[in-house]
């Protein structure tokens, strides 16, 4: 089927079932649902899968309603970048610089391009492991490379089929749908396998889903007795509901990253999507990003809190000091300790151990809440679920995560560096530059992702910067839904612009409290970038806000 009957196919089922109700239209555009896969594809990567593992640490299953709640959010703010563009059919950058303001604009691509080229080392990371720790195999540093070069030539040569267009497009839609079906897939036989092991029950996990606003003020119940029997209570309930708000403010703040704006409408667009596929759009991000979202982190989530949650026995002792070290009473025996140091175990083992008022609770206390890996899950999974579904099944999820996060993170820095030089370079070779650079960059993760120093050096300035411009991305399609000038007679009105507001200024408040609660406190050595990350938004506030009043006047 060429491109041009494909699309004839998408405006004849959309003429179908414009006159039936909301079941016959969810059914009729889940026939040819298409961007909204490669959401999933991105959303479900290495930060997805450490969120969901840490829920389950922290709070069992009572935190399950958590990421699905943010991402309904993000689906709000999804809709309206999808509404703006197909209502326009322009190229969102350049109706922002035009309608708005070019900070605005060129903010939005310089923190795509900076999370794209950043976020592929922890994916190359993690799609390693899941091959040497879960398949168990090409083990070793020559295999690491091998594997890196594979993941490398993959990402490569599915962008190929992206750019390529007719068929070669097709392949990479069904490429993609497979992946994130085959992340989904592999997590439920983790849960089902569980469920016949007698290991989890149906009626604790319906009611994680209920939303508990009582665990932004209190720890889980399966702490309580540890924490009236440690040395320090108050130290004890506080790290841990700060613990929990946390996750949960940083899941609402960072469920849609700052490049997914970026990559939906222009895959709309590269789909010659417009003003009548509006419906199918939302209906698309609903059957694409939303339905392998909760399905995959709620089963992570799940496995999780099963393996982890009250748990200490997988935790080596050592591994707890830098919680313990909190304590006001362990503060000025360690202070001089270098924390990540091998050679310093001992001295940890012997000072913190001997710190006078510490008991067994302390330590239970550090060890349950400690995080865990996607290894560490495998290896508790075995004897419930066997080798095959625990290791095997759980490590093609993995590796799925990472594949497909590489694949869409290499396409998203395609189509930001065609934005920023298809006219010097060309459509083709800016594509294809931008991908490299993006995958390149995951390729070094061993030389730099691994080394401390280095992790630090890009990831807290490129959180700061992307988790801060979410809110702004937000607020920028805040302003264009409510442009008379951008929009003109397709303008929401009435009882629907209402709804679209009050949805719309939700997402956006919650997201900008999650991005103050995640980025609060951040520093790069002694420069405060949280706050820098903050002042800068504000100051995007301002300018935003000014620039619609202005533009909306003349209009």
């Given amino acids: 089927m060429s491109d041009q009957d494909q699309y004839q196919r998408e405006l004849d089922v959309i003429e179908e079932v414009k006159d039936k109700g909301p079941a016959g239209k969810f059914f009729g555009y889940a026939k040819i649902s298409g961007p909204g896969w490669l959401q999933g594809a991105i959303t479900l990567g290495g930060g997805s899968l450490a969120g969901a593992l840490y829920l389950g640490v922290v709070s069992g299953n009572d935190l399950l309603w958590v990421q699905p709640l943010a991402m309904i959010c993000g689906i709000i703010m999804l809709s309206a970048i999808a509404y703006v563009t197909l209502s326009t059919e322009q190229r969102p950058l350049q109706l922002i610089n035009r309608h708005l303001h070019p900070l605005l604009g060129w903010s939005w691509l310089i923190a795509t391009i900076m999370a794209n080229i950043v976020w592929t080392m922890p994916q190359f990371s993690l799609g390693t492991a899941a091959i040497q720790q879960n398949l168990g195999i090409l083990g070793g540093d020559s295999g690491q490379w091998t594997i890196i070069a594979i993941l490398f030539a993959i990402g490569l040569y599915v962008n190929y089929l992206y750019q390529a267009g007719g068929g070669g497009a097709k392949l990479f839609d069904r490429i993609i749908k497979c992946m994130v079906g085959l992340i989904v897939l592999s997590f439920m036989a983790v849960v089902i396998a569980l469920f016949s092991s007698g290991s989890i029950s149906l009626g604790s996990i319906l009611g994680g889903f209920i939303p508990d606003l009582s665990l932004l003020g209190s720890s889980s119940s399966t702490f309580s007795a540890d924490i009236a029997a440690s040395s320090n209570p108050e130290f004890w309930e506080k790290h841990i509901v700060g613990t929990q708000k946390s996750k949960i403010f940083a899941a609402f703040g960072t469920a849609v990253g700052i490049n997914m704006t970026f990559l939906l409408p222009y895959t709309l667009l590269k789909k010659k999507w417009g003003s009548k596929h509006r419906g199918l759009s939302i209906t698309d991000l609903s059957i694409g990003l939303f339905v392998p979202f909760f399905l995959a982190t709620a089963c992570v989530v799940i496995a999780s809190a099963s393996s982890f949650h009250g748990k200490t026995e997988d935790v080596d002792p050592v591994r707890t000091y830098p919680t313990l070290a909190k304590m006001d009473s362990v503060k000025p025996l360690v202070k001089d300790?270098?924390?990540?140091?091998?050679?310093?175990?001992?001295?940890?083992?012997?000072?913190?151990?001997?710190?006078?008022?510490?008991?067994?609770?302390?330590?239970?206390?550090?060890?349950?809440?400690?995080?865990?890996?996607?290894?560490?899950?495998?290896?508790?999974?075995?004897?419930?679920?066997?080798?095959?579904?625990?290791?095997?099944?759980?490590?093609?999820?993995?590796?799925?995560?990472?594949?497909?996060?590489?694949?869409?993170?290499?396409?998203?820095?395609?189509?930001?560096?065609?934005?920023?030089?298809?006219?010097?370079?060309?459509?083709?070779?800016?594509?294809?530059?931008?991908?490299?650079?993006?995958?390149?960059?995951?390729?070094?993760?061993?030389?730099?992702?691994?080394?401390?120093?280095?992790?630090?050096?890009?990831?807290?300035?490129?959180?700061?910067?992307?988790?801060?411009?979410?809110?702004?991305?937000?607020?920028?399609?805040?302003?264009?839904?409510?442009?008379?000038?951008?929009?003109?007679?397709?303008?929401?009105?009435?009882?629907?612009?209402?709804?679209?507001?009050?949805?719309?200024?939700?997402?956006?408040?919650?997201?900008?409290?999650?991005?103050?609660?995640?980025?609060?406190?951040?520093k790069f050595g002694d420069v405060p970038a949280g706050m820098i990350g903050m002042s800068f938004l504000a100051i995007l506030f301002i300018v935003g806000t000014l620039s619609f009043l202005k533009n909306e006047k003349k209009a």
């Fill in 337 to 522: 300790l270098p924390k990540k140091s091998d050679e310093e175990k001992a001295a940890w083992n012997e000072i913190v151990a001997s710190a006078p008022s510490l008991n067994e609770s302390d330590f239970k206390l550090a060890a349950m809440i400690h995080s865990r890996d996607a290894g560490a899950l495998a290896i508790t999974l075995k004897p419930f679920t066997g080798e095959v579904v625990g290791q095997k099944i759980f490590g093609i999820g993995v590796l799925g995560m990472a594949v497909s996060t590489i694949i869409i993170l290499m396409l998203i820095n395609g189509l930001a560096f065609q934005q920023l030089f298809e006219k010097s370079l060309g459509s083709t070779k800016s594509y294809f530059l931008g991908c490299g650079i993006s995958g390149l960059s995951g390729c070094l993760f061993p030389v730099i992702w691994k080394v401390e120093a280095s992790k630090a050096a890009l990831a807290i300035p490129t959180s700061v910067i992307g988790g801060a411009l979410i809110p702004i991305a937000y607020f920028t399609f805040l302003l264009l839904m409510n442009s008379k000038k951008v929009l003109g007679d397709k303008r929401p009105e009435g009882t629907a612009r209402i709804i679209w507001n009050v949805l719309m200024i939700f997402a956006t408040t919650v997201a900008t409290v999650g991005t103050w609660w995640a980025t609060s406190g951040k």
